[in-house]
């Protein structure tokens, strides 16, 4: 069957130290011999997503480069029905 | 004279509110018709960085896209002569 756009190698960086995300993305690498990995972002978050990025292309998977980078807005909703913005990242790492 | 190098137009994100940093874009953009402004962070400023290149292109320079994004890790170091790594961001806004 083939790959499905859905089946990308996307890892959302939350609220923990980055260091659980840079595993989580060599992790990633190392499963199938992947060779792109996403790292998503949103808000505050971002700053971390970024830090992961480079621990990871510095220190754990050094033939990885920064493919593409894309930032974006996106509406939230929050538990009270209120609408806001928030920026987002996508940054694309690879070792092709 | 050939426009210099670091003639740019640097904008530098820091600890203040985004709409600080969207209106130093804005004018940078107005003033002499310049069609690419570079906005700069480091470390948390990063995601302030994003949400200025953000809010300047859906709401006040429409015509702006982004047409580079650029991660690296820069050295730091403290008053106590101390060394650390840092993240960086570049964004690139160009009407062009």
Known sequence: MPKEET????IFIGNKPPMSYVLAVVTEFKRDNT??????ARGRAISRAVDTAEI????FVTDAN???????TESVTNDEGRTHNVSSIEIRLSTK
Chains 1, 2 share one sequence.
């Open 7 to 10: 089946d990308e190698n996307v």
């Open 35 to 40: 060779s792109e990995v996403v790292i998503k």
């Open 56 to 59: 990871v292309r510095n220190r």
């Open 66 to 72: 920064v493919k593409e980078i894309i930032i974006g």
